[in-house]
């Protein structure tokens, strides 16, 4: 075990449940380095997590206080969870592309709208990969997958204009961005400067699947061919896909805990309008 696994993993689930050369260890690492620089101990932290791979992985290994909701209800938790706890726990989400952009939307929407103060780390492996690789919103255009033989069809939420987070963005949240677990440094920036909001938050970061995006789609299981494929496809100077700080609009809107205690505050008063 190295350092950071040390400092944030229950020893006897380590590695976890992923499938060998999943890209979903690297993205937990992405966040786990963003912790550690921000000097965040477990104690300072309350993971929560969606369904699908990316829950299963995180529920498991991590060493502090948890919580999990399926299909959405998990920003639903965490806004309870942000009333009770002090301010300064910092409360972080992991969550997969078809909970959160498709299955969950709805609760992820009115929690950016709230600007309730979390951080969502979408872990998005381009589509239903724990359910066996079906197509989700995010597979891209064309793929063959369990569910789409002919190739994917339907309107991608990242490609060809449309974009789930400026949807995000029209609905509330302060800090989107979104990044590939192979941008090196820069998904480690995006979370600190999500952790260090006061409000909604969201870092998507995408990763390849190798056990049935890389059988179903490409044809391999090979982890070098897989890895390749996903460099060429979103790598620098590739254009599938949006990448960088989004949207920063951090501390411009009161956070949904603070505006709360204050209606409440002026409600006491007869003043609430
Ligand atoms: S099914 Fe795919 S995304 Fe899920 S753990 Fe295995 S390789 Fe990773």
């Not at 949207?247 to 003043?271: M, V």
Request: proline share 4%.
């Amino acid at each position: 075990m190295d350092r950071l696994a040390e400092k944030y993993f229950r020893p006897e689930k380590y590695p976890g449940t992923a499938c060998r050369g999943c890209g979903l260890r690297l993205a937990h690492r992405k966040v786990l380095e963003a912790a550690d620089e921000l000097g965040l101990e477990t104690e300072d932290v309350v993971w929560g997590t969606g369904i699908g791979c990316s829950g299963r992985q995180t529920f498991a290994t991590w060493k502090g206080d948890t919580f999990a909701g399926t299909h959405g209800q998990v920003y639903c938790l965490a806004t309870g969870l942000r009333l009770a706890l002090p301010p300064e726990k910092r409360i972080i989400i992991t969550a997969g592309d078809g909970d959160a952009f498709t299955i969950g939307f709805n609760h992820l929407l009115n929690a950016a709208r709230r600007n309730v103060d979390m951080t969502v780390i979408i872990c998005d492996n381009l589509g239903y990969q724990s359910t066996g690789g079906q197509y989700g919103l995010t597979t891209p255009g064309g793929a063959r997958t369990d569910s789409s033989p002919y190739g994917m069809w339907e309107p991608n939420w990242t490609e060809d204009g449309f974009d789930v987070l400026r949807i995000l963005k029209e609905a509330g949240a302060t800090f989107l961005a979104r990044h590939t677990v192979l941008d090196g440094q820069a998904p480690v920036e995006s979370i600190q400067k999500a952790l260090l909001n006061r409000g909604f938050s969201l870092v998507q970061l995408v990763y390849p699947c190798v056990t049935h995006f890389g059988v179903h789609s490409l044809g391999t299981r090979n982890l070098a061919e897989v890895y390749d494929w996903f460099r060429k496809r979103y790598g620098a100077g590739a254009d599938g896909l949006a990448t960088g700080i989004i949207h920063d609009a951090s501390g411009s809107r009161p956070e949904f805990g603070a505006r709360l205690r204050s209606y409440t505050e002026r409600a006491g008063k007869g003043d609430a309008a």
